[in-house]
């Protein structure tokens, strides 16, 4: 007998349809318990079940509460499939049988996980060689799955199953606010001192702006151990990573945040090191920390005038207090390095004077020239 839940080409109207598919579920749910082993009493599903309105089949066992099927062993089926949950999720539109194609006959067990890259190809590209470039760059994740490591997550252990909604929706694990938890489950201690950080706290409070993991990190195949030259948070990616919102005209304006943090720093003597390849120089994340991250006022940061030395002192050993005080961003303000100040002032102004003075001097130029052309035109 073929479960035929979903009558083709019903003459008998939604209703009646359903009850013929009830009537045929229960047979095939008093066929189990005392099923036989053996494929003999099996029944083979529908190939082809179009769409949501034929979940119903699945829902008719998996959609009741927990247990309330059991196998022919008597321990339980797997876990309830909430149909409000699922209606309401990305996939609310697609047969169950989608995702589960090795679901093909009633009851069935033994199935295989479900492969997301069969329709979304691109998410995870496990390695993706640059143009011209020989070196493989492989996600961190992906990678950690070919070395064994099993905890490393699937698709589902940051999207769910069943809930499964897109980054822009509120409820979404991998929405902004939830990112943090999304990847905290695994990485605990990185979570802990985020949250304790300026922007996790910001985050927190609802501050969508400010830096998740997937900011610093990427996500999917950008998502890079950070040893990898090209993630995000390398050392010569650091600036760039913090400068995308730190240099943001409009955030340092929303937030009152001090502007010019990566003009300050290519300037810097480290900047500039490190533009050249030198890794060993500092980068944002030497000084700030990376989870750690706190304004300087806090007793606790790492650039907090109490613990600079100490900062500066991972690198240049022995750095005393005097060495450490040296302003980082130098932004001169004439209450603040008034001597650096005053005297690019003045520099600034000569510049400028000097500038006028030529642009003065090229026009009234032009004007002789055209004078004296216009006075030759006249007597030709
Ligand atoms: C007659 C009740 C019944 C119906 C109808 C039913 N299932 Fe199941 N399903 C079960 C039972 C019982 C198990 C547990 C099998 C086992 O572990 O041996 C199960 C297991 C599963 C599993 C998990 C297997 C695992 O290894 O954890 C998936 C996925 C699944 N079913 C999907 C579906 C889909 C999709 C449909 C609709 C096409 C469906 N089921 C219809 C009873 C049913
Ligand atoms: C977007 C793909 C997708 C769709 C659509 C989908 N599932 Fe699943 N389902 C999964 C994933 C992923 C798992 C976790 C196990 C795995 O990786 O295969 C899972 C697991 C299950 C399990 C095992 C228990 C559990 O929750 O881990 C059952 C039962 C199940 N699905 C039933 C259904 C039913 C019924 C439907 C339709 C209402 C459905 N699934 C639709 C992806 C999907
Ligand atoms: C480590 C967690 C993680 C894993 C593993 C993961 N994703 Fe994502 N995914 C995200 C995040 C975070 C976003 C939000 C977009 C962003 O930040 O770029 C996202 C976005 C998406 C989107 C929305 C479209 C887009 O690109 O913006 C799809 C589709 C998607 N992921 C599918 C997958 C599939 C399929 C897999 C498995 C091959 C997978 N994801 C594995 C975290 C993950
Ligand atoms: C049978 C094909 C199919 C499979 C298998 C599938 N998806 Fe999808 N998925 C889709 C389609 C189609 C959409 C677009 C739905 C829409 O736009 O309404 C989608 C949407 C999504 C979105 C939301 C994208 C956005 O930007 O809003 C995410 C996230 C996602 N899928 C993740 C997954 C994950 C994780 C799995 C595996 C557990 C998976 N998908 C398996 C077809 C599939
Ligand atoms: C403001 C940027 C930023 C944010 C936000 C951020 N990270 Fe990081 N992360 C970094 C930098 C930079 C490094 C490399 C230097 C280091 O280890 O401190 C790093 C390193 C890591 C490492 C590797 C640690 C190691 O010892 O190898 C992991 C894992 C990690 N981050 C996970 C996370 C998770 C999870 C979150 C969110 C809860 C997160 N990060 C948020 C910048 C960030
Ligand atoms: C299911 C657990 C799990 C989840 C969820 C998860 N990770 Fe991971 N992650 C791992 C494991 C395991 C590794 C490999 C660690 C290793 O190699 O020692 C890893 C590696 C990494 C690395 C590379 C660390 C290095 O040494 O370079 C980064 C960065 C990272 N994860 C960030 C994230 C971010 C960001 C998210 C969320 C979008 C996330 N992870 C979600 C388990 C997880
Ligand atoms: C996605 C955007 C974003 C990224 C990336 C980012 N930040 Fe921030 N950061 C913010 C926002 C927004 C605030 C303000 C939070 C608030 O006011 O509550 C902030 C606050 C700070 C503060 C405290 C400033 C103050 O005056 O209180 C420091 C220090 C800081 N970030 C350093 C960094 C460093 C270093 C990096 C890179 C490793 C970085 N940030 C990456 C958005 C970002
Ligand atoms: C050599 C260490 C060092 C480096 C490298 C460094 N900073 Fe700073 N940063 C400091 C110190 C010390 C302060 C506090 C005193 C000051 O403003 O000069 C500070 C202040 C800040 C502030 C103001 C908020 C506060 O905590 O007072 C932000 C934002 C900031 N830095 C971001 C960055 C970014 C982004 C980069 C990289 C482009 C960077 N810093 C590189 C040491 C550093
Ligand atoms: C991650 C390591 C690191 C940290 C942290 C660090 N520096 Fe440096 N710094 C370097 C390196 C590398 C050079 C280049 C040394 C060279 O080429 O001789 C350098 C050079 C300098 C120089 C110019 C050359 C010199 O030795 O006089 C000054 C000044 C300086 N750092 C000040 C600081 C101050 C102040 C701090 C703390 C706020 C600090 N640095 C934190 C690595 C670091």
């Not at 008998?12 to 045929?24: E, I, K, Q, V």
């Not at 590209?125 to 760059?137: F, I, N, Q, S, Y």
């Not at 929303?254 to 500039?272: E, K, M, V």
């Amino acid at each position: 007998m073929r479960v035929s839940p979903v009558a083709r080409g019903s003459r008998f109207g939604a209703a009646s349809s359903l009850c013929r598919f009830l009537a045929a579920v229960a047979a095939c749910l008093a066929a189990i318990p005392g099923q036989a082993p053996g494929a003999a009493r099996e029944r083979v599903l529908p190939v082809n079940l179009r769409g949501p309105q034929d979940n119903r089949v699945c829902f008719a066992c998996h959609g009741e509460p927990e247990g309330a099927f059991p196998r022919a062993d008597g321990s339980h089926p797997p876990a309830r499939v909430d149909a409000p949950a699922y209606a309401a999720s990305a996939h609310g539109s697609r047969a169950c049988t989608e995702c589960h194609d090795d679901v093909t006959t009633i009851p069935h067990g033994g199935v295989a996980p479900v492969r997301c890259g069969r329709c979304h190809p691109d998410a995870r590209a496990p390695v993706a060689v640059k143009p011209g470039e020989a070196r493989p760059t492989e996600d961190a994740h992906a990678r950690a799955r070919r070395l064994g490591k099993e905890n490393a997550p699937d698709c589902a252990d940051c999207h769910g199953t069943h809930d499964i909604a897109g980054p822009a929706k509120q409820t979404s694990r991998v929405h902004r606010s939830e990112v943090p938890a999304t990847c905290g489950r695994c990485h605990l201690e990185e979570y802990r001192q985020y949250q304790n950080s300026v922007h996790g706290a910001a985050v927190a409070a609802g501050k969508k702006d400010a830096a998740v993991c997937t900011d610093c990190h990427g996500a999917h195949n950008a998502l890079l151990p950070v040893r990898n030259p090209d993630s995000r948070a390398s050392p010569m990616h650091v600036p760039d990573t913090c400068s995308r919102c730190h240099e943001s005209a409009l955030l340092v304006k929303r937030y009152g945040l001090p502007s010019a943090r990566y003009a300050t720093f290519r300037d810097s003597y480290h900047g500039i090191v490190l533009k050249y390849g030198d890794i060993s120089a500092a980068n944002c994340a030497s000084c700030h920390g990376s989870h750690d991250i706190l304004p300087s006022a806090d007793a606790k940061s790492r650039v907090n005038r109490a613990h600079l030395a100490a900062t500066c002192g991972e690198c240049h050993p022995g750095a005393s207090e005097n060495f450490a005080r040296g302003t980082v961003h130098l932004m001169p303000t004439a209450d603040r390095d008034a001597p650096i100040y005053w005297i690019s002032l003045a520099y600034r102004i000569f510049v400028s004077g000097l500038i006028a003075q030529f642009v003065l001097l090229v026009a009234l130029d032009l004007w002789a020239i055209r004078r004296e052309r216009r006075r030759g035109g006249h007597s030709a």
